[in-house]
């Protein structure tokens, strides 16, 4: 009998993937090639998300039976929102009238409040814009004085620009200044900020999709024709 248990004993440890007094194995990271790299965006809001995946995100009551976001598929005589290229939905965080109200707190980009849309020149601080239902442009205005608190926000989340540019601008008495045009790009994901937007006391972010960007522009110019054959 203690011979036959000897031999148990032996045959155990021979065949044991691992003796009892080796190291435990590394773990492998495996890198897959194939695998998405996340899409830019603005905080949860990612390019190429769809419309309904905002919207569910961004719900919230507001006065009577209005509800945010404020997109333009739902409330298409809105004077911010409003569109009329086909698939091309505008929306806001806010409704028109919020943005009267005392006290109001626009939305922030950077912990940077965007401006009021009543003194951004171009009617909104910030609007997220969709062609088919994909997100596919973030555009944020904000205080030129917060530029420099913008692009230093903006490198330490995509780091190095792709390329850095100056381009002249005016005022309203004619003068030309020098102003910052910062770029980023990976993919079809892009990113722009302008030093002086639209104004020189505004700088603008623009978050995009190139090629839905391209074929937004397109329609944009086909409706653009299509209404001047009418006049």
């Keep these: ?15 044991s993937p691992r003796s009892f ?3 435990p194995r590394p773990h492998l990271e495996i890198h897959d090639p194939f695998a998405k790299e996340e899409r830019w965006g603005l ?4 390019l190429g998300e769809s419309l309904g995946t905002f919207k569910v995100r961004h719900l919230r009551p507001a006065s ?8 333009s598929d739902e409330k298409p005589s809105g004077a911010v929102v409003k569109t009329d290229v086909h698939g091309v939905v505008n929306c806001t965080l806010d409704l028109p009238y919020e943005t009267l109200d005392y006290g109001y707190k626009p939305p922030t980009v950077a912990e940077i409040p965007t401006l009021h849309p009543k003194h951004s020149p171009y ?3 910030l609007i997220y814009r969709f062609l088919d239902s994909q997100l596919w442009r973030i555009e944020a205005v904000v205080d030129t004085s917060s530029y420099q608190r913008l692009r230093a926000a903006a490198e330490a989340k995509w780091g190095q620009p792709a390329e850095v540019s100056t381009e002249e601008v005016k005022n309203k008495m004619g003068a030309t200044f020098q102003a910052e045009v910062v770029r980023w790009a990976r993919g079809n994901d892009r990113v722009e900020l302008r030093q002086a937007s639209g104004s020189l006391d505004t700088a603008k972010i623009v978050i995009f999709d190139a090629m839905l960007d391209s074929e937004a522009l397109k329609r944009e110019k086909e409706h653009a024709a299509k209404a001047a054959r009418d006049m």
């Design 1 to 15: 009998m203690r011979k036959a248990a000897v031999l148990t004993v032996l045959i155990l440890c021979t065949c």
């Design 21 to 23: 007094g080796d190291p």
């Design 43 to 46: 905080k949860l809001d990612t």
């Design 64 to 71: 009577g039976k209005d509800h945010a976001p404020f997109c």
């Design 123 to 125: 009617g909104y601080g």
